[in-house]
């Protein structure tokens, strides 16, 4: 992800992260900040958690094995995630 803090939602971050969600919904979220909660977005479903996952491993060229974000999660915890699983 490059040498900006994992934990921060850098463009980079940003950008991939927004590729994900539009992937997954075809559009993004207005504003993706880091108290973004996924179950906000619009058409947020226990489907779209399982693809959203598939697709940030794809962005972020990571294996995160189980894990599949819930609507409960924010965009912070999703970077957390995804530094969490890089430090193991």
């Excluded at 040498?3 to 590729?19: A, F, G, K, P, V």
């Excluded at 979220?29 to 226990?46: K, N, Q, Y």
């Amino acid at each position: 992800m490059g040498s900006d803090t994992d934990s921060d939602l850098s463009e980079d971050n940003r950008q991939r992260l927004e590729s994900a969600l539009a992937a997954v919904f075809r559009r993004t979220p207005i504003h993706v900040t880091l108290d973004l909660r996924l179950g906000a977005i619009e058409g947020w479903d226990s489907m779209n958690a399982v693809t959203f996952t598939m697709e940030v491993e794809q962005a972020f060229e990571v294996q995160l094995g189980d894990t599949i974000f819930t609507r409960d999660q924010t965009i912070a915890q999703v970077l957390q995630v995804l530094h969490d699983n890089r430090t193991n």
